[in-house]
């Protein structure tokens, strides 16, 4: 199948059969999960936003031959997306235009501080006394105010590529889902009543990004289970631990974030929405 057809392909498949295959535009936002840190090869014109140049979004554009504007950054919150840019970039969503035909978004975590905790309470559990934890009342308030925050993410994309297709995307899990396992090992030092608070935190974020996406009536990638026997202390981990390897092209390794195999199983799941295409 060559680039051409694929792409038309692709957009009948989204339901735009008057579309061209030049409008096979495919903007991808949001955090530090999806640009990649750590991942592969370093994008050098991605500046502090830390974007990989084998992140599930730029798999998925290869694979589905569309032109790929990929603007997430790591440490974005909702509020990065809507107003305010990072590293000179500006806010994520004025990079998608009318002629948007597929919007991938992943946030949410650093708004509750997810990966901030994670790093907080490893600290704490190495006996430090300096570590910042956002404390449950903090995170629970953060919480409540996160459906709000993914709407207008989701309102704001609408209004201005209305004919996109939206795909909302989880975060792969750090902590073992199953609640009998205890979810520590030497590469997640927690404290076993904070892996149970992390494994809490995860699966409320969870529900957060597939109510969103079931109110607006939106693809969701459902990372918690992609990532469900793939959690930091299994033998075949999507995130990395506490003290991971350094990747070649990355000025230092990055912890408690995807991984090679974590992106290329977001990518993977993507294939069931958009359908396979020939490379």
């Not at 798999?59 to 997430?72: I, M, N, Q």
């Not at 440490?75 to 809507?82: E, F, M, Q, S, W």
């Not at 969503?93 to 035909?101: K, N």
């Not at 509750?112 to 629970?140: E, K, M, P, T």
């Amino acid at each position: 199948m060559n680039k051409l057809f694929g792409a038309a392909a692709l957009l009948l498949g989204l339901g735009m059969a008057d579309a061209t295959a030049q409008d096979a535009r495919y903007v991808s936002m949001g955090s530090s999960y999806a640009a990649g840190p750590g991942v592969g090869t370093r994008d050098a014109a991605s500046r502090g936003c830390d974007r990989s140049l084998s992140n599930y979004a730029r798999t998925v554009a290869a694979r589905h031959h569309l032109e790929l504007v990929d603007v997430a950054c790591s440490g974005a919150t909702t509020d990065n997306i809507l107003a305010h840019g990072q590293h000179g970039f500006a806010p994520q969503v004025e990079a998608v235009t009318p002629d948007t035909r597929l919007v991938s978004i992943l946030i949410g975590g650093n708004d509750i501080a997810y990966v901030g905790n994670l790093f907080g309470l490893s600290c704490r559990a190495a006996g430090n006394s300096a570590c910042q934890v956002v404390d449950d009342a903090g995170v629970d308030r953060r919480l409540a105010d996160l459906p709000a925050a993914l709407d207008r993410v989701v309102d704001a994309v609408r209004r201005r590529a209305p004919k996109a297709r939206i795909v909302l995307v989880g975060y792969l899990p750090a902590v073992a889902v199953a609640a009998a396992d205890p979810g520590t090992c030497a590469a997640l030092p927690l404290a076993p009543a904070d892996a149970r608070r992390m494994r809490e935190t995860t699966a409320r974020l969870t529900d957060a990004v597939e109510q969103a996406a079931a109110r607006h009536r939106i693809d969701v990638i459902h990372a918690a289970a992609i990532g469900a026997q793939h959690a930091i202390c299994a033998a075949e981990p999507y995130v990395t631990g506490h003290r991971p390897a350094r990747e070649p092209g990355w000025p230092a390794p990055v912890a408690y974030h995807p991984n090679q195999a974590g992106m290329d199983g977001i990518a993977a799941a993507f294939d069931a929405i958009l359908g396979q295409q020939a490379q």
